[in-house]
């Protein structure tokens, strides 16, 4: 029974720095989402895939976040140039095509100093 | 857009006591509601979901029940114990690509 895997577990990095953190989806899942989850443990969505594609993102996605989901190699979100704002918790999290269910990983915690 | 709004943001509990956490959401195409529970420095743990054309579903000590006219959800956690401890999150999702999450209810269970 394989899990979502979420490295590093803690970044740190200075403003204006480039913060990449990676995820591997369960076994089978298609599907993978990225959320940032503030310390006020609001949820926002970034970036969605199915399989290679990118189904839906976010205005900031676009401008200052790249991601990918290259088959065969781990899912990847990236920041550019980290900001103070970006400091959260990412969390990803995949399902399989036709369940609704979403799976998380523990998540990578960014610290924008 | 969809706002998930779940109530209390925190409650504290004796150990062995019934807890209900409500949930409410705005979008009325929003058809399937899972919940998670997320401990301190742990991955966010599914324990239960119910989709719109459901109004009651059971998993050992969870409960949940769904009115579709008023928009409402509500998880009732009976026996509890200090394992259940954790940040308790409501999401609603319109089926496709879309889960909307609550700002989570702040769960602790006293010995």
């Known amino acids: ?113 | 857009g969809e706002q998930v709004e779940q109530l209390p943001s925190s409650l504290i509990v004796q150990e062995g006591a019934s807890v209900l956490i409500n949930c409410s959401y705005t979008d009325s195409a929003s058809v399937y509601f899972p919940w998670y529970k997320q401990e301190p420095g742990k991955r966010l743990q599914f324990i239960i979901d119910i989709r719109s054309n459901m109004e009651r579903k059971q998993n050992q000590r969870l409960t949940l029940l769904f009115d579709k006219k008023t928009k409402h959800l509500s998880l009732h956690i009976t026996a509890t114990q200090p394992g259940d401890s954790a940040i308790y999150f409501c999401s609603a999702s319109t089926g496709n690509y879309k889960y909307v999450f609550g700002a989570g209810t702040r769960l602790k269970v006293i010995a």
């Not at chain 1, 976010?58 to 991601?67: G, P, Q, Y």
């Open chain 1, 1 to 113: 029974n394989s899990k979502v895997i979420q490295t590093p577990r803690y970044l740190v990095k200075g403003q204006g720095q480039k913060a990449k953190m990676r995820c591997i989806p369960e076994k089978g899942h298609p599907v993978v989402f990225w959320y940032q989850q503030n310390k006020n443990n609001e949820f926002k969505f970034l970036i969605n895939f199915q399989n290679q594609e990118v189904l839906q993102q976010i205005d900031m996605t676009e401008k200052r976040f790249s991601a990918e989901c290259p088959s065969n190699s781990p899912c990847s979100l990236e920041i550019q140039s980290s900001e103070a704002g970006d400091s959260a918790l990412y969390l990803c999290a995949s399902r399989q095509g036709s369940q609704n269910t979403l799976y998380f990983g523990a998540g990578t915690r960014l610290s924008v100093l």
